[in-house]
């Protein structure tokens, strides 16, 4: 089997759809290890690749005016057992271009990998990107994941990000946003985690909302249980005049897990507004007596309000 | 037949004692209204009935089927068929109106239940059980999935609180299916066009039932009282 079977074989037990590479209507970029195993770019897309000893880099151009019908698929995974991947990204949308893009990340069988996503984005005036990362980790752990992505919003540009782990053990993971929104633009940063055993989650997102009636949104649910630990970091900056920004972070904490809420609210000018919200607890009751009172068992209907949370 | 006997409860939360002797019965298929003021404890029978966390009668026994209930679990009280409409029904984040209907029996069909609550299913099935539908809106989604889930003995908890004058009928018509199921219905309410229809009322007041009978009766003798601030001496009426 080929490498690229492997990962779509992969992809496929994760839930992904395997057709997707086959499709000629859908640019993609799949890359194992430091391999770039496949890609292709449609009209209005340009997507230079290079591979390096470590991972991989690619530059993606989305063309002046371009709007993309199909999202564009990228699936990074590392299938060994050990192994680093680094990724390089540089993104740039130019004006009045809009773009879906769904980054699979898939690691089996990781026992001691690493995968690093360092990205630069710079979404154009009046262009629109959403970017969906789903992770798929095996059961064992070993991963360590460091997505660090650095966002830059034009005059009414709109940026949509949403992280999704709720499959197998989290290992450690780091998120690092900074999202820096412009005029009239929009920053939503969701982050859905669900961590177990030792799993280590950090959440740090930063949007600093510097243009003139911009606005910008950090959520985060996470669950976590057994011996797990999460600490969210939401920093937001409202320095302009109408700015609006809001964190609203919920995590959910069993077992002897650790949870953490740090939200950060700074405002420099008068005229920006800038609210937070944090709730870290156990299930709520009344949803717990609610859905028991609808026959369900107490585990079962704990399942059922945390996998609403992070759905 | 009894299918619920309430005898002699006491219960008290910090330095309030709420009952002091509360003795109930309904009988399978019966519909009974519960009528007080505020804060005379109308909820906090429901939660002891229901079995949540922490409400456990400080004397007395609450008996479903013949058998001491008051020990058991608020799921076990499920499973032997108790289930309650809650006066402010919970938020849930990222459950659907279908997902939330079909919970315990996923062979319903939850557009019925809905209509029989007076929503248009088309509507509201894809609707999020969150903080986006409105007060009467909740409510009317909870009346319907106590109803799907086909219980023995249901309490509601003013059902009626929050949906529009207009509307009433619903409510009206989601008790009719219970009793045409023939469930029993332990029916919270403040209204006397609700309460008549049941087949027999209670008022509480000052920890005891102090009327009960025919809900015609028990509405009248609710309003005319005299006592606005229960402090037991009109209320040792029984
Ligand atoms: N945890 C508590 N601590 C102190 N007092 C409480 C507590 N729970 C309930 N109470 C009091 O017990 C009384 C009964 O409350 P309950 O909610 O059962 O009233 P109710 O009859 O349902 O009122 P309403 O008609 O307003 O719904 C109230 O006076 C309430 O303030
Ligand atoms: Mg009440």
């Avoid at chain 1, 880099?57 to 990074?76: D, E, I, M, Q």
């Avoid at chain 1, 900056?237 to 972070?249: F, L, P, Q």
């Avoid at chain 1, 709730?279 to 717990?288: C, E, F, N, P, R």
């Avoid at chain 2, 059902?159 to 045409?180: A, C, Q, Y």
Wanted: aromatic content about 6%.
């Amino acid at each position: 089997m080929s490498e690229l079977d492997e990962l779509l074989k992969s992809f496929g037990e994760a839930g992904g759809d395997q057709s997707i590479l086959a499709n000629t209507a859908f640019a993609h970029l799949a890359a194992s290890g430091h391999k770039i195993l496949s890609r292709r770019a449609v009209k209005g897309i340009e997507l230079d690749t290079v591979e390096s000893d470590k991972g991989i880099s690619a530059t993606v151009r989305l063309l002046k005016g371009t709007r993309l019908l199909n999202p564009v698929h990228l699936c990074f995974g590392v299938l060994h057992r050990s192994g680093i991947q680094e990724i390089n990204m540089r993104v740039n949308f130019e004006k009045d271009s809009q773009a879906s893009f769904i980054a699979h990340c898939i690691f089996p069988k990781a026992e001691k990998v690493k995968h690093i996503m360092d990205a630069v984005i710079h979404i154009g005036e009046n262009a629109t990107m959403r970017y969906s990362e789903i992770h798929y980790h095996g059961i064992y752990g070993g991963i360590e994941v460091y997505p660090k992505a650095r966002i830059i919003i034009g005059k009414n540009g709109r940026y949509f990000t949403d992280f999704l782990l709720i499959n197998g053990l989290v290992g450690k993971l780091m998120i690092d946003y900074g999202v820096e929104v412009g005029e009239n633009g929009v920053a939503e940063l969701i982050a859905r985690v669900f961590g177990h055993a030792t799993d280590n989650i950090l959440i740090k997102d930063k949007v600093a909302l510097n243009g003139v009636n911009s606005k910008g949104l950090i959520k985060t649910r996470v669950a976590i249980e057994n011996n797990a630990q999460a600490q969210v970091i939401g920093v937001t900056e409202g320095n302009a005049r109408g700015a609006r920004g809001h964190v609203d972070c919920m995590e959910i904490v069993k077992d002897n897990a650790i949870a953490k809420a740090i939200p950060l609210v700074k405002v420099s000018n008068s005229l920006a507004k800038v609210t937070h919200e944090a709730a870290i607890g156990s299930v709520d009751k009344k949803q717990l007596d609610t859905l028991m009172a609808h026959g369900l068992a107490p585990e079962e209907a704990v399942d059922v309000i945390v996998r609403g949370i992070l759905k | 037949m009894v299918l619920l006997e309430i005898k002699s409860i006491s219960y008290r939360v910090k330095e309030k004692e709420i009952f002091s002797g509360l003795s109930l019965s309904v009988e399978p298929g019966e519909v009974h209204a519960i009528l007080g003021k505020n804060g005379t404890g109308k909820s906090t029978l429901a939660y002891l009935v229901m079995g949540c966390e922490g409400y456990i009668p400080t004397t007395g026994e609450i008996l479903f089927d013949g058998k001491a209930i008051n020990h058991l679990l608020l799921h076990e009280r499920a499973k032997l068929g108790i289930t309650m409409a809650w006066q402010e029904p919970v938020r849930f984040e990222g459950i659907s109106v279908r997902e939330y209907l079909t919970l315990k029996n996923k062979e319903i069909d939850p557009s019925k239940y809905l209509e029989m609550a007076g929503l248009y299913p088309g509507l509201y099935l894809n609707r999020m059980m969150d903080n986006t539908l409105s007060g009467g809106e909740r409510k009317r989604i909870e009346l319907a999935s106590v109803v799907a889930l086909d219980p023995r003995l249901v309490i509601l908890d003013e059902p009626d609180s929050g949906i529009d004058m207009l509307s009433i009928r619903d409510i009206l018509n989601v008790i009719t299916v219970f009793k045409e199921n023939g469930a029993s219905v332990i029916l919270i309410t403040h209204r006397e066009e609700i309460a008549i229809i049941a087949d027999k009322a209670s008022e509480i007041c000052n920890g005891k039932i102090i009327c009960s009978g025919a809900p015609v009766k028990v509405t009248q003798y609710y309003k005319t009282r005299k006592c606005e601030v229960c402090a037991g001496e009109e209320c040792t009426f029984v």
